[in-house]
């Protein structure tokens, strides 16, 4: 068993918590995740690592409440404990190097980026974050984000926070201005990775995209996260979660992504809703 030793409610659908779990601490890089079980009963679920302390031995994760897994996992109080927490898994996001990077992140996927984005600065990396959300109330790490990095811009669609539109904005106007970066790496919804991948592409920079919200069990067995790329003018299969989640933008069929997404919308809904149901009973 695994305790939860702090939890804390970012906005009203996105909860953050930090796990006891020495071993993952110790061994955990920026862009891998974790596969955890809130009970025996539970199903295996993937999160990207949000953080770690070593010396404490903890391991932050950041999630958003849209199934019956996430809904009973935010039912947890910190003191109480989850079943199992496995991990690091997957390839570590590649940051050697790398001396200028401008991180695009969007909504829940702030909190993917954010360690990317604390350890190219602490390894003296310039960082041009740029995030955005839906409006005010579903801002998260802002003070986090504020705090690696050398420039920083807030998005919001409604304008009710930060500057109006989407996180492509800010970043053209630098493209267009002269600005270059080593890399730009974008985590978010696949809509804004495809937009932020063709917004870079005419300026020659490479784009690292994190392929994390199309992963379900975290394994490679139950081929929900298969990804179709484009190498060379080949149709390439790969896995997001054993080959990632970590990929070229440039050569990932968002479409194909983003359709394959959608099959699995109603049946959260429906688990959700009857999750929901029954913690009310």
């Not at 796990?19 to 009963?41: E, W, Y």
């Not at 998005?155 to 630098?174: A, F």
């Not at 790329?229 to 390439?236: A, E, H, I, M, P």
């Amino acid at each position: 068993m695994y305790q939860i030793l702090r939890k804390k409610e970012l906005n009203p659908t996105v909860t953050q918590m930090e796990i006891c779990a020495p071993l993952v601490a110790k061994k955990a890089k920026p862009g891998q995740f974790i596969i955890l079980r809130v009970d025996s009963n539970g199903e295996r679920i993937p999160l990207t690592i949000a953080g770690t302390n070593a010396l404490e031995g903890s391991v932050k994760i950041i999630f958003q409440i849209v199934g019956a897994t996430t809904l009973s996992l935010n039912q947890k109080k910190a003191g109480e404990a989850i079943q199992d927490f496995v991990g690091p898994l997957g390839e570590p996001t590649k940051l050697d190097g790398l001396k200028k990077v401008c991180i695009v992140g969007g909504g829940v996927g702030c909190a993917i980026a954010l360690p990317i984005a604390q350890a190219l600065s602490e390894q003296g990396a310039d960082v041009t974050s740029i995030i955005g959300f839906r409006n005010r109330d579903l801002v998260i790490l802002e003070d986090d984000f504020k705090a690696c990095s050398n420039r920083f811009f807030m998005m919001t669609d409604d304008g009710s926070y930060g500057r109006q539109g989407n996180v492509t904005v800010p970043l053209k106007e630098l493209l267009e201005n002269g600005e270059s970066f080593d890399m730009v790496i974008t985590i978010g919804p696949l809509i804004m990775m495809k937009f932020v991948v063709l917004a870079v592409k005419p300026f020659g920079i490479p784009v690292t995209v994190s392929m994390n919200p199309i992963m379900i069990d975290g394994t490679g067995m139950c081929g929900g996260c298969r990804l179709t790329l484009n190498q060379d003018g080949k149709r390439v299969t790969k896995f997001a979660c054993v080959d990632g989640p970590d990929f070229n933008g440039y050569e990932v069929d968002f479409d194909e992504a983003m359709s394959r997404g959608r099959m699995y919308m109603d049946f959260e809904k429906h688990a959700y809703t009857e999750a929901c149901n029954l913690f009310r009973v």
